[in-house]
């Protein structure tokens, strides 16, 4: 297997972080639950790891949430950057043979994109976070379930919403496959 990443991608991951990062220290509106808020950046973090992978979706998590919460000044909450990370890698795998880059994007790949973006989604803030707030930083179970809840079902509208719009808008701006054959 090929592990070296094209220079495409390499810049798909600095751009990815780059819009995960705005979009979650930016655009975020504040929820009645402790440490949590209703942003979009998981709907770009899901495209992106559509189109280009798991290895770009989890690096675009993992460097986006890492400067999110670096820009905070309270430090770096490795257990919700790692699960971002894990998100990002799980729906790159998941979503890996969708053919959007062959201009494709119809009801079935959306219902794909996002049965896997909310199992994805339960996953992470469901399992993934949680966990690793008990045994990182001896958090309290019951907070952590409730903002893990809370965030999840956040993140899944806010997915559903966005990334299915950019998978729409992607699919649609390329050239369907077969499209540019010359016809005699």
């Not at 297997?1 to 390499?10: G, R, W």
């Not at 009645?32 to 559509?50: C, D, K």
């Not at 309270?74 to 998100?87: H, K, N």
């Not at 803030?125 to 019951?142: H, K, M, Q, R």
Request: with cysteine.
């Amino acid at each position: 297997m090929d592990t070296k990443l094209s220079v495409k991608t390499v810049v798909a991951i600095g751009i990815g972080a780059a819009l995960f990062f705005v979009c979650g220290r930016f655009i975020a509106i504040p929820s009645p639950v402790p440490n949590t808020s209703v942003t979009i950046q998981y709907g770009v973090l899901a495209f992106m790891a559509a189109v280009f992978g798991p290895i770009a979706g989890a690096l675009i998590g993992l460097i986006g949430h890492a400067l999110i919460d670096a820009s905070w000044g309270w430090g770096i909450w490795w257990s919700w950057v790692i699960a971002s990370a894990v998100f990002g890698g799980l729906m790159g795998f998941a979503t890996r043979k969708m053919p959007l880059a062959d201009g494709v994007c119809g009801s079935d790949e959306l219902i794909r994109f996002n049965v896997t973006q909310v199992i994805c989604h339960v996953i992470c803030w469901g399992a993934v976070a949680p966990v690793l707030d008990i045994l990182i930083y001896n958090e309290p179970v019951e907070k952590l379930f409730v903002q893990g809840l809370f965030s999840g079902i956040a993140n899944a509208v806010t997915t559903a919403v966005i990334g299915s719009l950019l998978c729409v808008a992607y699919a649609k701006a390329r050239p369907q496959k077969g499209s540019l054959e010359q016809e005699d």
